[in-house]
Nanobody, 118 residues
């Protein structure tokens, strides 16, 4: 059974840092594009970052320079390091896996809450 399990969320002060993890199982992790999305209250879900390899990453403009996505294929885990967090970063963060060739073959995690507040 395919599983994506996020962890590492919580409450952090503005300017603080947090690292999210997403542990994957049930599919060939190394073959998939991995992404982080987030959804704030009352807003649409948006792409935060995506990674194929360290040389192939993509970031939303709002997080560029502050967030770093990485993956460890040996551990079937993707990470999102978040620095200089802002209140607008508050959202539920979701991990997603996309097959690079088969349209529609994708998986979502259940999400982890990140709250940036004093």
């Amino acid at each position: 059974q395919v599983q994506l399990v996020e962890s590492g969320g919580g409450l952090v002060q503005p300017g603080g840092s947090l690292r999210l993890s997403c542990a994957a199982s049930g599919f060939t992790f190394s073959s998939y594009v991995m992404s982080w999305y987030r959804q704030a209250l009352g807003k649409e879900r948006e792409l935060v970052a995506a990674i194929v390899s360290p040389a192939s990453t993509n970031y939303a403009d709002s997080v560029k320079g502050r967030f770093t996505i990485s993956r460890d294929n040996a551990k079937n885990t993707v990470y999102l390091e978040m620095n200089n967090l802002k209140p607008d970063d508050t959202a539920v963060y979701y991990c997603k896996a996309d097959h690079p060739l088969r349209r529609g073959l994708s998986y979502w995690g259940q999400g982890t809450q990140v709250t940036v507040s004093s």
